[in-house]
């Protein structure tokens, strides 16, 4: 008898080896998911701190049309430029035979002011730019000049030539004024006179 009791206590104990064994291995099989999954956080935080990376560089985009717009607005500021017809003139080849042979006896030529005033007699004078007020006093005189606006002669025995002019007084004796481009406005108070445009016949 003694004997079966001692081979129920070896199985037993076989028994509980068998158990603690079962029990070891299930408390570590648990612990090796866990390792990966705090693993794989990492990669997800670098990705949340990529996005924002990638709205950056919107707003440079944005900024970046804004001078093309400030670009285009300047475009209609060419517009205030006058237009080349304004003063068809100052384009015009002068092929009037007594514009050309009064230009080669030429005394002096001078720079235009805004205001001018030729006194001196028995002068040819050519002014070179644009001017706004032209009184000729002289008497004998020959005047060539690219712009006037006003030109308003006094004197005797006058003649000018212009490639542009806005408006003409005459008050003067023996005058006569030649335009390359438009008809400009005429007053004429003085006696034996003539305006023409070049090429014209002379009346």
Known sequence: MTLSLAGVSACSVSIGGADQGAATTAAQEPSSPEKPAA?????????GSQAPQTQAPAPSTQE????????????????AQPATGDRPGAQATITD???LSDLESVDRTISATPTMLL???ND?????????????????????????????ISGGNVTVYVKDVDRVVIKGTNVEVVWAGNTPKVEDFGHNTETRQQGAKSS
Do not use: C, H, M
Not at 40 to 46: F, G, H, K, L, N
Not at 64 to 79: C, E
Not at 129 to 151: I, K, P, Q, T, W
């Open 39 to 47: 693993t794989s956080q990492p990669p997800t935080a670098t990705e």
């Open 119 to 121: 006194d001196k007699g």
């Open 64 to 79: 970046q049309s804004t001078p093309a717009a400030s670009a285009g607005a300047s475009v209609p500021g060419t517009g």
């Open 124 to 152: 040819d004078v050519r002014i070179e730019g644009d001017v706004e007020s032209l009184s000729v006093s002289a008497s004998n005189a020959r005047v060539f000049v690219d712009y006037v606006g006003l030109l308003t």
């Open 97 to 99: 035979s007594e514009w």
